[in-house]
């Protein structure tokens, strides 16, 4: 996507009042979903061993920053790009029962992500996972969790809009429901990206499901993810329309994770077997690992969202290039 910059933007807030208001937005949020989910807070690393199978491969071409210890020269350690199987992991360490589950302050860094209005190379999100039965291994049971955590924005919405009521962007008030093969069906002559801006405009708020395996017509993913966290069946995104860019707007990705049998189905579809040989897999495989439900919301993207900011570099302070700060800077967007 290239670089959005709408026509007459003026900022509601300046710099100092948009960072009390990043504040207000984060503690006010993460309280609602801990509340709504049951979820404690927790700590969570910024850096995993390689040989432990713990980082999150994306579309298994993005590299992650990597680096040796001095303690430990024969170790690879890599910044996360995710915590979506640490999180699995750590409900069995930590002894989580059924229904109870974890969120953390996921800081990550993804250097090959192509920056826009939405995207940086910097990842802040609120990392969760919850123990679940089999029995709630369903579409129903992820539905239900997808309500929870838009009724958690909405609480959240109608608060900021109470403290900064002129500066803060108003949102649907119910969120649909809908598949990646039902978007190819109804459009199959657009792209995926196409289709998601289609859904967005019409539906306001969506949550598009089934993301990962290939669709009937084209034969191809909706969307690239990873074959080894997210049950490709059980999994989606959660969507806005943004009317200040005319554009969709991503605010979390989630789903139930795999089993032992949907680890080894999307690892061979994907063409990755090699990885059921990693600690972390071996331990699905033998069902060492509760059933769990989890996802990542972006802190950054909901403070965009929420105060109708034009550039996510308005919420956080990360790395852009020259061309993109003078063109911002040309039409009012004022980035950290």
Not at 84 to 97: I, M
Not at 194 to 206: F, G, L, M, T
Not at 244 to 251: D, M
Not at 260 to 281: D, I, M, N, W, Y
């Amino acid at each position: 996507m290239e670089l959005i910059l709408p026509k007459d933007y003026r900022p509601t807030l300046n710099i100092r009042d948009t960072e009390a208001a990043i504040v207000f937005i984060r503690e006010t949020f993460q309280d609602k979903l801990a509340s709504i989910l049951n979820v404690q807070r927790m700590s969570a690393p910024m850096f995993v061993e390689k040989n432990t199978g713990l980082n999150d491969n994306l579309n298994g071409i993005e590299r992650p920053v990597a680096f040796d210890m001095k303690t430990m020269p024969d170790k690879t350690i890599e910044v996360v790009h995710s915590l979506a199987k640490w999180k699995r992991l750590a409900l069995k360490k930590y002894g989580f029962g059924m229904h109870e589950g974890l969120y953390t302050n996921m800081n990550a860094i993804r250097r090959d992500e192509d920056l826009d209005n939405f995207h940086s190379i910097y990842v802040d999100q609120w990392d969760w996972e919850k123990v679940i039965a089999k029995e709630d291994r369903n579409l129903d049971y992820l539905q239900v969790t997808v309500t929870k955590i838009f009724q958690a924005i909405k609480e959240t919405e109608k608060l900021v809009a109470a403290r900064y009521p002129g500066s803060t962007y108003r949102l649907a008030d119910h969120v649909s429901f809908v598949t990646t093969q039902e978007l190819e069906d109804r459009w199959p002559d657009l792209s995926p990206d196409e289709r998601e801006d289609k859904i967005a405009k019409e539906e306001k708020a969506v949550f598009i499901m089934k993301i990962g395996d290939k669709l009937k017509r084209s034969g191809k993913a909706h969307d690239g993810r990873a074959p080894d966290y997210d049950d490709w069946q059980l999994n989606g995104d959660l969507v806005f329309w943004y009317e200040p860019l005319n554009s969709k707007i991503e605010i979390s990705s989630m789903g139930i994770r795999v089993s032992a049998e949907s680890l080894r189905s999307q690892v061979e579809k994907a063409g990755v077997t090699e990885r059921l040989s990693l600690p972390f897999h071996k331990m699905v495989l033998s069902g060492e690992l509760p059933y769990s439900i989890g996802g990542g919301i972006g802190q950054s993207r909901l403070c965009m969202l929420l105060l109708g900011k034009a550039h996510i570099g308005e919420v956080q302070a990360s790395i852009w290039p020259s061309d993109m700060l003078e063109k911002c800077a040309q039409d009012h967007i004022e980035i950290l």
